[in-house]
């Protein structure tokens, strides 16, 4: 799989004591050369002003640059609340956004998947508010410019443990997502009522309990959320919010599901769904995962799953707990 990569996105926070740390990304890199899975790396670039505006009004972008300029050499906030933020974090932020456009263009080209390892990640940004470790909406840029460039219709599949708040404010115009997401946890929303159905983008939210929901549920619930919202929507493009902050042991998030037998078993659903509705194309974007040697092996497993195409095994569906059936159902009737 091609893997859209730079080293500028080892900058951001760098010497700052943050869970968001360069060495995710870097630890991640590693790791995938040393697998023999980074041969198909390629570079990213900026995001242009007027690809950012798909998503981001021009004053967040003023602000973004002003909160910027105004740090010296110590780190601060932006204003918008709780993003830290350095000197080089505009540019890398630029950057992550360009390497999911790139990742977007690379999967029309080749009616294949494609990585974009990036980092900050994206899927708390609102319109005009940074918000958590997020600076701009990778994701949802993603998924806009490629509405903008072919028409037609994306869908963002969000596995991160944290719901994307931002992504979910810039579903609109052909743009559709799908999310599971521990709740209640940060940012507070994604609750079971935030679902929205409309001519040519939907909502769909399915919230976990935030621990202990298991390997088994989690795949089990999105082998049955997937194929309804993709039936629903029928997209021409799939953009994965890949977070893998799910994974046991994450420091951060934690649902109690495992980080690589997750990531190879929605791998292969996801590119079932995209080989059926969007010939093949589907853009991973990394979000979450903050146990650097799990993220690892978790990214190289969707990498692996993805690229050998094995035939998705059921999980149980009797596994999925009665509230998160209750919701699926719900979804359900609302697809025709
Ligand atoms: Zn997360």
């Known amino acids: 799989m091609i893997v859209i990569y730079d080293e500028l996105y080892t900058e951001h926070l760098k010497g700052i004591d943050h869970p968001e740390s360069p060495d995710r990304v870097a630890g991640v890199a590693s790791y995938l050369e040393k697998s023999g899975l980074f041969g198909g790396r390629e570079p990213a670039r900026d995001a242009t002003d007027a690809e950012l505006a798909f998503v981001h009004p021009a004053a967040y972008l003023e602000r973004v640059r002003r909160d910027v300029a105004a740090l010296g050499a110590r780190p601060g906030y932006l204003s918008t609340g709780d993003t830290v933020l350095d000197h080089s974090s505009l540019a890398v932020a630029r950057r992550a956004a360009g390497g999911a456009i790139v990742a977007m263009e690379r999967a029309v080209e080749t009616n294949d998947a494609v990585f974009a390892l990036v980092r900050p990640p994206g899927h708390h940004a609102e319109p005009a508010r940074g918000m958590g470790f997020c600076i ?120 109690g599901a495992d980080g690589p037998q997750s990531a190879a078993a929605l791998a292969a659903l996801i590119r079932e769904i995209g080989a059926e509705y969007a010939n093949g194309r589907v853009v991973y974007c990394l979000e979450g995962g903050y146990d650097v040697a799990t993220l690892a092996r978790s990214v190289a497993a969707t990498l692996r799953s993805h690229d050998a195409a094995p035939a998705s095994e059921r999980a149980d569906p009797g596994s999925i707990p009665a509230p998160q059936r209750s919701i699926l159902e719900r979804v359900e009737a609302t697809c025709p």
């Open 136 to 255: 701009f909406g990778n994701a949802a840029l993603a998924a806009h410019a490629f509405v903008q460039q072919n028409g037609g219709r994306a869908l963002i599949v969000d596995f991160d443990y944290h719901h994307g708040n931002g992504t979910q404010a810039m579903a609109r115009d052909g743009v559709s997502f799908v999310s599971t997401h521990a709740y209640p946890a940060y940012p507070g929303t994604g609750g079971p009522s935030e679902q929205s159905i409309a001519d040519d983008w939907a909502v769909v939210n399915v919230p976990l309990p935030p621990h202990s929901y298991g390997t088994e549920a989690f795949v089990a619930t999105w082998q049955r959320a997937l194929p309804e919202v993709a039936r629903r929507v029928r997209p021409d493009l799939i953009v994965v919010s890949a977070g893998y902050d799910y994974a046991s042991g994450d420091p951060v998030g934690d649902l």
